[in-house]
């Protein structure tokens, strides 16, 4: 860790040859990868498996970005974990590679099943594989003592049956990957506007005249975004963006497809970048609708005919202090007033955010302030205007949307008893926060994952994979290693599916998956490419095996072959369309409507001006500045040099897949190279902690709990930010979190507030 990190400051727009030469990168040598890039995003192509970003309403000739190349040469590629792998190595040997090495290792090729005497996995037949899973969860007594966890990458005909197989076999206990990405705006949305999705589809940004922007990184993260925001900014549309990080791809962008951007540097997308501090936009949306208010700029007329609650709302902001409102948000009245006059000069306003709200103490507070805003001017169910969570994996948004929740709603579990006559619970279960607990108490005994690597993705990983390797069983479907896998159960089982990309080719004949994106259109992807070793299984059909396997074939009788609907798809999808009905709007002739080019809208019922909260209208929350804060209280019990702590991605990484870059380049806007392990931090935040630019240091959490917590080996990186935050990257700073800190009432893990302390290295 001694040898220096060239930080090379990153001067040009986003976007533009650096995209083209990462592209093309990624795609050297990679015949599959190739194959598939001008099928993504395509009708009758492949959704890409890098993000849930809206393909382009019109039919471009190519419709992806350098981030999408990466992610499907990652799953084509030549390497394979073969059973020879594993009998090389043991698992404990390979719980010392890091995790680039590790997914590096290639595809899974066959089932393996972890074998105690020897610390390895071998290969074991799939019909083995099914019956010890199976057998394994009929002996656990209790089906509250075993998981399910879903990625958000997986398809909706896999999540459907998979939360059919837990419901039939008696548990709610589905966490997701959503569990630590949008719950808050699920949560926040739901209570506001009565639906927790998107009020915004791509053809609204042809409308919009102002986009404010709020804790996202589209540059790295949604690249395709950036496409939208030129266009949007070409027509005079203005854009604002609050992030306490200058990130390069909000700044400036050269639309790699559009050769005479290449030269021109590129189009200027900020109007006005507010450096909020890391949890300040509650007290910064605050700030812009205390303006707003006291301007006399609301809309009467909508929020008499749409709203209730504004009354009290006003009252409380009234009582928002202008220099209370400064401190937390870190910005000046000035700016917030400069905002709000953006924000007024608007006829149709979208707000757009990302992980930067969701993954805060106060984040459903957050965005709850944020539709107290787009409500104030009635900017919610009109051409041009609305609110929209940009998501994150491909089809997150689908899973939850055919039954992945740790909380079903009453009309869903009505549905599964309608058709199938199942009986579930009607409790909520675990979901990711409530794995953590209960596999670290000992209760959780099974731990299923359909895709994902949950220990490295949640708080507090060692002691979850530690936690992990005392269970009775671990059943991972996956296409790579990853470090979770690491840590079998009693009986641990790997199977490999096929993925995105690939043919899904069944008796029936070749099977086609269907997705949502994050504007809510549902549309057809099918994979060509032959999968990467003839023993892999699609998804759907090793989840109806695992439940072939599980569920008592007499006593109750659900009526479901199966063993029919892991290879027919359609036959899934007819049974959506049943359960969905009365449910989710939108998924009558699923069959026939998912056959269309660009599949299909689901309705949503806030973007129709339909408020299906608890009163019937769109509802002003009301939230005063917390003066309880997660760094307040690390600071009263750690003292004045706590910092906060936001975990982010790095441009080279897929969550917790990081790739390994060719000419080592790590994280190209903000100019890093080389190595992972740095820290950001305000060069005055450095000078008063008495550290300086390329110290190496120890960062120790200031943990609730109290229990120990660091990471070494991180070199300090001073930039111009004058606030006590500090950024680095996850998954390798995940362990800093304790599970305490969360989102409240959604139990998101706050990971873009961990209280760290610095120390002197060794
Ligand atoms: N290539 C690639 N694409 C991806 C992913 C990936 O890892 N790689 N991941 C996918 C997934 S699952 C998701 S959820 C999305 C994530 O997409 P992003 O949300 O863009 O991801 P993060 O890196 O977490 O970025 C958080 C941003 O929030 C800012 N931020 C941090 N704290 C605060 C705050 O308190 N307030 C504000 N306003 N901003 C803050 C940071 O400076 C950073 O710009 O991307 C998806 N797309
Ligand atoms: N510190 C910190 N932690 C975070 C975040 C953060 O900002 N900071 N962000 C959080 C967010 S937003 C999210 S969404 C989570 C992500 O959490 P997860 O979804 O659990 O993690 P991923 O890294 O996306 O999962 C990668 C693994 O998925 C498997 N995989 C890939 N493709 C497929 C496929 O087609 N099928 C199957 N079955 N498996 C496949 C591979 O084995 C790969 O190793 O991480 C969260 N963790
Ligand atoms: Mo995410």
């Known amino acids: 860790m001694t040898k220096t990190i060239p930080i090379r400051p990153y001067d040009k727009p986003a976007g533009g040859l650096g ?4 592209a093309a990168k990624a795609l050297i040598g990679n015949g599959a990868a190739l194959a598939t890039l001008p099928r993504l995003n395509q009708p009758r192509g492949v959704d890409c498996p890098g993000c849930a970003y809206p393909d382009s309403p019109d039919s471009k000739s190519v419709d992806f970005c350098e981030q999408g190349a990466w992610a499907i040469a990652h799953e084509g590629g030549k390497r394979r974990a073969a059973p020879e792998f594993f009998a090389e190595h043991t698992v404990t040997a390979l719980r010392a590679w890091d995790h680039v090495t590790l997914e590096g290792a290639g595809r899974l090729t066959a089932p393996m099943l972890y074998d105690q005497a020897t610390d390895r996995y071998r290969e074991i037949g799939w019909e083995a594989a099914f019956a010890l899973a199976g057998a394994e969860l009929r002996a656990l007594g209790d089906p509250q003592r075993a998981v399910f966890y879903t990625s958000g990458r997986t398809s909706n005909e896999a999540a459907f049956l998979y939360q059919l197989f837990a419901r039939a076999y008696g548990t709610n206990n589905l966490p997701d990957s959503s569990n630590l990405c949008h719950e808050s705006s699920g949560q926040a949305l739901t209570m506001s506007l009565g639906v927790g999705k998107s009020t915004v589809t791509r053809a609204d940004f042809a409308h919009a005249r102002l986009i404010m922007s709020f804790g996202h990184n589209p540059g790295s993260n949604h690249p395709r975004m950036l496409a939208d925001l030129r266009e949007a900014k070409r027509r005079g549309c203005r854009i604002i963006i609050f992030n306490p990080l200058r990130e390069r791809g909000l700044e400036a962008f050269a639309d790699p497809q559009a050769p005479a951007e290449l030269v021109n540097g590129g189009t200027r997308l900020a109007d006005a970048y507010y450096q909020v501090r890391v949890g300040g936009d509650l007290a910064a949306i605050t700030g812009i609708v205390k303006a707003v208010l006291e301007r006399d700029a609301a809309d009467p007329d909508f929020i008499a005919a749409h709203t209730d609650g504004f009354g009290s709302f006003c009252a409380t902001v009234a009582g928002q202090a ?11 009245r000035a ?3 400069e905002a709000a006059s953006y924000y007024i000069a608007s006829p149709a306003t979208i707000a757009a955010w990302c ?4 993954q805060n103490e106060f984040a459903v507070e957050t965005i709850q302030m944020l539709v107290n805003l787009m409500l104030l001017r009635g900017n919610v169910g009109k051409p ?6 940009v998501r994150g994996h491909s089809n997150v948004q689908g899973d939850r949307t055919v039954g ?3 909380r079903p709603k009453p009309e869903w579990l009505a549905g599964l008893r309608r058709v199938f006559g199942i009986q579930a619970p009607g409790a909520p279960g675990l979901d990711a926060v409530g794995t953590i607990d209960g596999l670290l108490d000992g209760v959780v005994q099974a731990f299923v994952a359909l895709g994902g690597n949950f220990a490295v993705a949640a708080p507090d990983t060692p002691r979850v994979l530690e ?15 990853n470090r979770t896998h690491l840590y079998p159960g009693r009986t641990g089982l790997l199977l490999p599916c096929i993925g995105r990309t690939e043919l899904d080719m069944q008796p029936g004949g070749a099977q086609f998956v269907s997705v949502e994106d994050t504007a809510s259109m549902v549309h057809a992807s099918m994979g060509r490419n032959r999968p990467a070793s003839p023993l892999l299984r699609s998804e759907p059909y090793i989840v109806s095996q695992l439940a072939r396997n599980t569920l008592p074939e007499s006593g109750i009788d659900w009526n479901i072959d199966w063993n029919a609907l892991g290879t027919d798809y359609d036959a899934i999808r007819a049974l959506i369309e049943r359960v969905a009905d009365g449910a989710v709007d939108g998924f009558d002739d699923f069959n026939a409507k998912i056959r269309h080019d660009k599949g299909f809208h689901l309705p949503n019922s806030a973007g129709r001006r339909e408020w299906r909260t608890a009163t019937g209208k769109a509802r002003f929350i009301a939230h005063a500045l917390p003066a309880d804060t997660i760094m307040a209280r690390a600071r009263a019990r750690y003292g004045n040099g706590v910092l906060c702590l936001a975990t982010i991605r790095a441009h080279r990484q897929y969550n917790t897949t990081v790739y390994r870059d060719p000419k080592g380049e790590v994280d190209r806007y903000r100019g890093v190279h080389g190595s992972r392990h740095v820290l950001f931090a305000g060069a005055g935040t450095l000078a008063r902690l008495g550290f300086a630019d390329g110290d190496i240091v120890r960062v120790r959490a200031a943990a609730p709990d109290g229990i120990e917590r660091h990471v070494d080996g991180i070199r300090l990186v001073a930039i111009d930010y004058g606030h006590d935050d500090v950024f680095g990257y996850f998954p390798e700073l995940t362990p800093l979190l304790s599970p305490l800190l969360v989102a409240r009432g959604a139990n998101t893990p706050a990971f873009k507030q961990i209280p760290v302390l610095l120390e002197r290295a060794g």
């Not at 995209?19 to 990462?22: R, V």
């Open 19 to 22: 995209a083209l030469h990462g």
């Open 322 to 332: 202008w220099p209370a409102i400064e401190a937390a948000s870190g910005l000046t």
């Open 335 to 337: 700016q917030m007033e």
């Open 355 to 358: 992980m930067g709200l969701t």
């Open 384 to 389: 041009g205007a609305g609110l929209m969570p």
């Open 404 to 406: 992945i929740t740790s």
């Open 467 to 481: 936690a992990l390797s005392r269970t009775r069983l671990t059943v991972h479907v996956a296409t790579r290693l």
